[in-house]
Structure formats: C-alpha cells, structure tokens
C-alpha cells in the first residue's frame, strides 16, 4: 500500500532551527509538495521537490532524496507565526495527492 | 497567483436536508478539482476526483449517491451533500489543478454543522 510517514507533533523555540522529517512508499512518484495548515484553515502551499536536493525559499527550504523515499522542511528563525500543522504529499503515478498525518508544530517563546 | 474559492464558508444544517457546496477557479481553468473531508485533528481525506465534462471518480469508502459532484465548466465545481447526517459534520475542502498541472491550489474550505 502507500505510506507516507511524519512525526506527529514537534516542538521548537522561536528563533531557533527545525526540521520536519517526511518518508514515503508510493505507487508511482510525480513530485512531492509541503503544505502549512493553520488550525481550521485550508492548506497553503510551501514547496515543491521533484528532483533530488535542496530547494530553499526564504526562511523555508525542502530536501528530496528519491533513491531514499525521503524528504524534509527546514524551517529556518522560527516565528510564533510559524505554529502550525505541515503536510508531507507525495504525487503517485495516478497523479493523485497521497497525504501524510501532518506534523504539529508548537513554537515556543 | 491562483486563486480558488468556496461558498459557503460556513453552514449549518438540519438533518435530513441538502447543502451545496461551490469551488470557483477565479483566475485560471481548472480541468481538475479535488473534493477533500478533514475531521478535528487529522489529516485531508480525498473523496473525490472530479475532472470537467465527465463524472466525477469517488475513492473507496465514499458513496457517490450521498456526495454529488458536478463539474459543468472549467471554473466551477459543486459538492451537494444529500440528506445529511450529523457525521457528515466536517470541513470540506476544495483544490484545482491548472493545467500546466503541477500544483494543487486550495479553497478556504467549509466547515458544515448538521444538527
């Protein structure tokens, strides 16, 4: 079946470093997408990786390992601003979004 | 950049009617949109794939009778709950694909109370 795994919850200090782990067993691999959910929100987009590396936007930068079915979002001087849930999804050979649990992250002062 | 909307927001109901749900492309096609159930505390639930002109694919689990999909133009698609339930209480959320389609764009999402 397909799988995708993240950590439940973390917790982080504002102004700090964290890093948010994603592994996937997927039918099929189309590129794989971070998203922020704020608590009764919709997702918004973060990242896309595709090929293996390190793709920084800001504050925010995602890692993509295929060969490992491995991936992480870097946050980077975490703001009170930053505590939300981060979605891992991966797109399988059907195109279709194969969604993790999602990470809760706390940030605290 | 791309913008999808939801209509309602918000809505509550009564048991045992229906209520429509609208997803707009604002500003680009969509020839795809995906209809998403999220519970308290746990991760978007795909219950549909709805591509324009044709009927929409449910995944498993999901009872196409109940949850009607319609997606009569390239900027509009329609979830219609039927005869709904207290359990059908969640947050629906809507995302389209352009059709460059790499990215999924999310609606804001109704939450929809039955009581």
């Known amino acids: 079946g397909q799988n995708i795994d993240q950590p439940t919850e973390m917790t982080a200090t504002e102004g700090a470093i964290v890093q948010i782990n994603c592994t996937y067993q997927?039918?099929?691999?189309?590129?794989l997408f971070w998203y922020q959910q704020h608590a009764g929100e919709a997702p918004t987009f973060l990242s896309y990786n595709v090929l293996d590396g390190l793709e920084e936007k800001g504050r925010f930068s995602s890692f993509l390992s295929r060969s490992k079915g491995y991936s992480y979002l870097l946050l980077k001087e975490l703001q009170m601003k930053d505590s939300a849930s981060y979605l891992c999804a991966v797109r399988d050979s059907n195109y279709q979004l194969i969604w993790g649990a999602g990470t809760k992250l706390i940030i605290k002062p | 950049g791309a913008v999808v909307s939801q209509h309602p927001s918000w809505v509550i109901c009564k048991s045992g009617t229906s209520v429509k749900i609208e997803c707009r492309s604002l500003?680009?096609?969509?020839?795809?949109m995906f209809w998403y159930r999220q519970f308290p505390k746990q991760s978007l639930m795909l219950m549909a794939t709805s591509n324009e002109g044709s009927k929409a694919t449910y995944e498993q689990g999901v009872e196409k009778d109940k949850f009607l999909i319609n997606h009569a133009s390239l900027t509009l698609s329609t979830l219609t709950v039927t005869s709904a339930h207290p359990e059908d209480s969640s947050f629906y959320i809507c995302s389209a694909r352009d059709q460059g389609g790499r990215e999924e764009y999310f609606g804001p999402g109704t939450r929809l109370t039955v009581t």
């Open positions: 500003d680009f096609q969509a020839t795809t």
């Open positions: 997927t039918s099929g691999f189309n590129g």
